[in-house]
């Protein structure tokens, strides 16, 4: 059996109008941009293909690239994802109803590919019951133009519990990325940063009839592939596109065309890795990982989680004290930041991001790190859509719902704020000019009143103060040093929180330079 080589162009025309598309990827990490490109510019110079259908787990750009590419009005008809928030125009887009529009969480979508692998009609899950992806609310629908369309996700009931179905979404085409194919077209994906849910969408395509077409970087002598590191056999895969340009068009991620420490070839010595300079999220982290316990399995979300958490586990020396878990399927290191979410040096495993997503939906995070936009006095959270800003909910949903205990990391105010650190104290220099203790949240990412109903554990951290969730709402337990609690707390927010009658002030060490003795903190408890 021999692969169908192609080039860019040509598999760009197997693409046909009105067809469904599933592309595998997360940031840019995985992206077939080869491919996407081509499909692009078939369109605008031809007009074809045309009224797609678009189905991704992860956001997959980085502000300009991978999926960005598809963001054209009638290239894309409707569009299935989970995350926006490195996709302006596709947020444009979305927040202007120029495309149908619906939202998923992250670990849904990459295992409803394996439910329709198998035959099934959908997913069950309870990820979602009680937030904006629920019919009862808004059924993940992002804007004006989708209100009026068919649910994609119903509410089931099975031995007398609630469930969200999801729905199968029959698959044209799967695009996805590889290292290496073989004349075969078996594909490894050994410089790859990220393992991915591969194999359950090509199958998923398989299923339903549809084409699996591969980027990959270069090709290999039938029989000379460890069959150990074939992620997808050749027998699936209908064509190959080897990349012409890789250093452009098959970047391990973003930043960087290929670095062995993020693929697990080598470790760097931990020493070269720098401390974060003190600003307002490291702070924020700081006291964040004050709620630790030694030998705890964690998450990060994106935004301030992933940016600190890891460095500040390095600094203070604990790495081997937790284990630090991402969304994409990595364990343990230092993590990446930004806009290469996703990805780490000195990792000790990397699973597949369907399996990690099992994981989170069952066991749980012992604790996860999530940023968060918005909170209410009922302890909703907002973290998917701000205004017209439709950023989507990645895998918060999934996390946030099942961990054991949920910490949010968010500045107190946004827009413009300023902040300094002396002497161990907190000086608000300028304050920002949007609140974030809202009366209500403008989207429900977590749903408070399930957490409490649940005994879920929940804290949300700024740098000036620090609320738990308890069964009366959202408690002021703790003001930083430095500020005045009604000017600087209580007038910035839009409720009045409940204050707890112990209220105590954040340590002024982690207001300061150099470690700040986290590591015995951990281990007093």
């Known amino acids: 059996m021999k692969a169908n080589f192609i080039s860019d162009k040509e598999a760009a025309a197997m693409i046909k109008n009105g067809d469904t598309i599933a592309t595998i990827g997360m940031t840019l990490i995985g992206a077939s941009e080869s491919i996407l490109k081509a499909i692009e510019n078939s369109f605008l110079e031809t007009g074809k293909p045309n009224n797609l259908t678009l189905v991704h787990s992860a956001g997959q750009s980085d502000r300009k690239f991978g999926i960005q590419h598809f963001a054209h009005e009638g290239l894309v008809k409707r569009i299935i994802g989970s995350h926006w928030g490195l996709q302006p125009r596709w947020m444009e887009m979305i927040s202007g109803s120029k495309v149908e529009a619906y939202c998923l969480p992250q670990g849904q979508i990459a295992q409803l590919y394996r439910s329709m692998a198998c035959g099934l009609p959908g997913k069950l899950s309870k990820v979602g019951l009680g937030t ?26 099975l031995k007398g519990e609630e469930y969200l179905h999801y729905n ?40 339903f009839g549809g084409k699996v077409i591969a980027q990959v970087k270069r090709v290999a002598q039938t029989g000379t592939l460890h069959p150990k590191q074939v992620i997808v056999p050749g027998v699936f895969v209908d064509a190959v596109v080897v990349c012409e340009n890789p250093m452009e068009d098959h970047k391990q991620t973003s930043s960087w065309f290929f670095d062995p420490a993020y693929c697990g070839d080598i470790r760097v010595p931990m020493s070269s890795i720098k401390p974060l300079p003190l600003n307002i999220r490291k702070v924020i982290g700081r006291r964040s990982m004050m709620e630790l316990e030694k030998n705890a399995i964690i998450n990060l979300g994106t935004g301030i989680p992933n940016d600190v958490i890891g460095s500040i586990a390095a600094e203070e020396e604990i790495t081997d004290d937790i284990m630090i878990t991402v969304e994409s399927g990595i364990y343990g290191g230092v993590q990446a930041g930004g806009i290469d979410f996703g990805i780490g040096k000195n990792l000790y495993a990397m699973i597949s991001h369907d399996a990690q997503m099992d994981f989170y939906n069952g066991a749980g995070a012992d604790f996860t790190f999530m940023g968060a936009g918005e909170m209410d006095i009922e302890g909703n959270v907002n973290a998917t859509k701000m205004g017209d800003r439709c950023t989507g909910a990645g895998g918060f949903i999934d996390i946030t719902q099942n961990a054991k205990y949920v910490i949010f990391c968010s500045t107190f105010t946004a827009k413009g704020l300023e902040v300094d ?32 109903k649940k005994g879920q554990k929940m804290i949300f951290v700024t740098e000036r103060a620090v609320f738990e969730l308890r069964k009366e709402g959202p408690v002021l337990i703790e003001i930083a040093p430095g500020i005045d609690l009604q000017k600087d707390v209580l007038s910035l927010m839009e409720f009045t929180p409940v204050i707890d009658r112990n209220l105590k002030v954040m340590d002024a060490r982690i207001f300061e330079e150099g470690q700040f003795g986290l590591k015995e903190i951990i281990n007093k408890k």
């Open 168 to 207: 199968a979404i029959p698959l044209d085409v799967v695009i996805i990325r590889g290292t290496t194919a073989d004349e075969m077209g078996n594909i490894t994906t050994e410089e790859e940063a990220m393992k991915l849910e591969m194999l359950p969408a090509v199958l998923a395509a398989k299923r």
């Open 421 to 452: 650190f002396k002497d161990g104290k907190l000086h608000i220099i300028k304050e920002g000019a949007v609140k974030k203790l809202v009366k209500k949240v403008s989207q429900i990412s977590y749903n408070g009143s399930i957490a409490r």
């Open 132 to 157: 904006f992806i629920d019919p009862r609310v808004e059924g993940g629908k992002m804007n004006a133009r989708t209100k009026e369309l068919p649910d994609i996700v119903d509410v089931v009931e």
